[in-house]
Nanobody, 125 residues
Framework: QVQLVESGGGLVQAGGSLRLACAAS????????MGWFRQAPGKEREFVAA????????KYAGPVKGRFTISRDNAKNTMYLQMNSLKPEDTAVYYC??????????????????WGQGTQVTVSS
């Protein structure tokens, strides 16, 4: 069982930056692939980025590639999402997720086993 807690959301102007963090419980953090998803009002939850257990493999959704960076610190049981050049369309609740497989970086919601409660990111124009 893994418990995930997101932090770092907030209100920012377009062009600004935020860094989200996801703190995980447990002693086997490196055995989980971790991902970020987001959900805007009236829309389905969508993939943002994922990182393998070692941190050596990452994947990004097209709309965020080049602006967002996913990373993890296994010694601190924490994953991060650095978000730069934010746009109003990035406004959503951002969720972190964990998958009980360390080697791949899937993009579908159903591939992940554990979810955090979410943190709101609002980008004003």
């Amino acid at each position: 069982q893994v418990q995930l807690v997101e932090s770092g959301g907030g209100l920012v102007q377009a062009g600004g930056s935020l860094r989200l963090a996801c703190a995980a419980s447990g002693r086997t953090f490196s055995s989980y692939t971790m991902g970020w998803f987001r959900q805007a009002p009236g829309k389905e939850r969508e993939f943002v980025a994922a990182v393998s257990g070692s941190g050596g493999s990452t994947k990004y959704a097209g709309p965020v590639k080049g602006r967002f960076t996913i990373s993890r610190d296994n010694a601190k049981n924490t994953m991060y999402l650095q978000m730069n050049s934010l746009k109003p369309e990035d406004t959503a609740v951002y969720y972190c997720a964990a998958r009980q497989a360390y080697y791949d970086t899937p993009v579908v919601v159903t591939a992940y086993d554990y979810w955090g409660q979410g943190t709101q990111v609002t980008v004003s124009s």
